[in-house]
T-cell receptor
Framework: GAVVSQHPSRVICKSGTSVKIECRSL??????MFWYRQFPKQSLMLMAT?????????EQGVEKDKFLINHASLTLSTLTVTSAHPEDSSFYIC??????????FGNGTRLTVT | SQELEQSPQSLIVQEGKNLTINCTSS?????LYWYKQKYGEGLIFLMM?????EEKSHEKITAKLDEKKQQSSLHITASQPSHAGIYLC????????????FGKGTSLLVTP
């Protein structure tokens, strides 16, 4: 089945630094990947849609300059949290479809900004 | 936007008992997906329902989508500790197989 790999699984960074999270589709090509954010005991909130070879589409209220998305190949999308602050601490998770399959999710990245 | 309400928010059941989790949409569902999540981990796909009245089963888990395609239920028979986790329902935001909107999840704990 389709496998989505996310790295790193955990990251701790200092306030003001930037953090990059990678999302890879291991056995299929994904022209579109989706980035979600999850707060404790809350649902997954769609942040943006990553489109291979073009600009990402951000959901309302998500700062595109804060959360930079790059989808340079059919198997890799990256999310960079720029100038991270403690309020950016959260669980970030990516997902992708293999054709008409259900969304497959990575294992998520726990970001802690100190 | 499509709102998904899940109930109950949390559930504690004794091992061996049956349980049901509900997911209700404010709009007609193009596709309804059930996922399971362990805390701090990714989502594991359980089942996908697309047709009104559809019912699917996998091992001890059965999911149904009502005829109006606005409500789904997930039923676990003879629960086991391995069933513990957060169950999330997700819905297609359009009929184009785009991103999914999710309910807030139901936290399930199965006690020995």
């Amino acid at each position: 089945g389709a496998v989505v790999s996310q790295h790193p699984s955990r990251v701790i960074c200092k306030s003001g630094t930037s953090v990059k999270i990678e999302c890879r589709s291991l056995d299929f090509q994904a022209t579109t990947m989706f980035w979600y954010r999850q707060f404790p005991k809350q649902s997954l909130m769609l942040m943006a849609t990553s489109n291979e070879g073009s600009k990402a589409t951000y959901e309302q209220g998500v700062e595109k300059d804060k959360f930079l998305i790059n989808h340079a190949s059919l198997t890799l999308s990256t999310l960079t949290v720029t100038s991270a602050h403690p309020e950016d601490s959260s669980f970030y998770i990516c997902s992708a479809r293999d054709g008409g399959s259900p969304l497959h999710f990575g294992n998520g990245t726990r970001l802690t900004v100190t | 936007s499509q709102e998904l309400e899940q109930s109950p928010q949390s559930l504690i059941v004794q091992e061996g008992k049956n349980l049901t989790i509900n997911c209700t949409s404010s709009k007609t569902l193009y596709g309804l997906y059930w996922y399971k999540q362990k805390y701090g981990e990714g989502l594991i796909f359980l089942m996908m329902l697309q047709k009104g009245g559809e019912e699917k089963s996998h091992e001890k888990i059965t999911a149904k989508l009502d005829e109006k395609k606005q409500q789904s239920s997930l039923h676990i028979t003879a629960s086991q500790p391995s069933h513990a986790g957060i169950y999330l329902c997700g819905a297609d935001t359009s009929n184009s197989g785009y991103a999914l909107n999710f309910g807030k999840g139901t936290s399930l704990l199965v006690t020995p």
